[in-house]
């Protein structure tokens, strides 16, 4: 396989993790978030919050670039059960819960009012991305301490547990020791590959984050190797199985049914870039050229371009290189990350 190792990183480093600028930028508005709800609270006379919990892309560091700044932050906040009391001493519903978290945040700064959602309360800011929070409630069990999502009702959930699962799974197959790792690389990856069209309707980034870990080889490979296996491993997956369990619920599914769409569509897509990638393979005809034109058609990006040479191959400029029966596409509007992870 023609070595692209070297270009594939650089796309990583430059081009689909997200830059420290925008983390801090997110951070900082996840921070004046939360001080506008406890304001808001204490103005409104209301229970204050007893804990924030980071979830989702932002908490585990796979977020992935996006052009038009269209980030999800998944922030959850975390009452006592006892203090979410209506005014008659009842326990307050789901959606009285949801109310009295977006009343308190909006405070006039926002063009659009907090909006009140199923599992969420969402705040968008004009910089394009938006923070979910999940409003949770804590109690004593009998088996220690339960938390519920406040839903359509109030669900048994785990506010950490997904972030603490994906932890975990980055301790155990940690390969590298350059300040990062290869089980979080992959799933940007994979990332950016199901979103780099607009018209494939793929599942959600945390799907996604479980098929990697699922799939991921623990071989200390070449970076274009490694991900070239796990993309055929989940595509073999999926010919057989289009479940996907929940790694921390157990009992749940993050799919739907046993043949959701956006799962067929992934697999179907991995069938074609995996197609494409076996130009690689032929190392008498295929030059490094062609090799770096075929990364940039699965991922749809020009980004490879600069990394051509007088080879043959072909050079920035020279027209739609085809192989394996597919011309590269045009660049596309790049839209949508699925929700939680």
Known sequence: MIDCSKELRKYHDNAVTLPKSD????????????DRLHRGLEKNKKP???????????????????????????????????????????????GDAKRMVADALNDGAFVQEPEVRTNCVRVVYKAGYHVDIPVYRQLKGEQGTVFELASTEWKHSNPRGVTEWFESRVAARKLVADG???????????KAFARSRASWNMPSGFILTV????????????????????????????RFNLVVAHPVLHGENLTKTSDDADMRVLRDKLEWALDELKALDDEKNCTKNKALR???????TDFFDQFYDDDGGGK???????????????????RGEGRYA
């Open 23 to 34: 983390r801090d930028e997110m951070r900082q508005r996840r921070e004046s978030n939360r």
């Open 48 to 94: 204050p919050v007893r804990e924030h919990v980071a979830q989702g892309s932002y908490a585990m560091k796979t977020m992935v670039q996006h052009p038009d700044n269209d980030y999800d932050i998944d922030d959850g906040s975390l009452f006592w059960k006892e203090d979410l009391k209506g005014p008659k001493g009842g326990d307050m519903t789901p």
């Open 180 to 190: 990062d790792d290869q089980l979080r690389r992959v799933v940007r990856y994979l």
């Open 211 to 238: 098929l990697a870990d699922e799939r991921l080889s623990s071989i200390d490979q070449r970076e274009d190797e490694l991900l070239r296996h796990t993309m055929r491993e989940v595509h073999q997956r999926l």
């Open 294 to 300: 075929v990364w940039g058609t699965i991922f749809n």
């Open 316 to 334: 920035k400029g020279v027209g739609p290189f085809v192989i394996g029966g597919t011309t590269n596409p045009p660049p596309v509007d790049k």
